[in-house]
């Protein structure tokens, strides 16, 4: 499972680093889960409603998100545990 942070998922919402973008097809089309986590989330959406384009904005994350295949997983004490770790073995 691949799971978004930030900066990629808003490489790929404004789709300005076409490696990112190449990056994310390639994993979609070899059926690689997805993920976005609900921080992430939460930081597009606040992003979103600080911008003068508030509606088009959250439009297009609600979009992304549906159409990107991307799994939002619920907030758990585990996964945080691990999420550093395995952050830490991707780079």
Not at 21 to 50: K, N, Y
Not at 56 to 85: C, Y
């Amino acid at each position: 499972m691949i799971h978004l942070d930030t900066n990629a998922a808003i490489a790929l919402l404004n789709d300005r680093q076409p490696a990112v973008h190449t990056r994310f097809d390639e994993a979609r089309a070899a059926h690689t889960p997805l993920a976005l986590s609900i921080v992430v989330h939460h930081e597009l959406m606040v992003g979103a409603a600080a911008s003068k384009r508030r509606r088009e904005n959250e439009q297009k994350i609600a979009l992304f998100v549906a159409t990107g295949g991307l799994d939002i997983p619920p907030f758990e004490r585990l996964r945080m545990r691990s999420a550093g770790p395995n952050v830490c073995a991707t780079r």
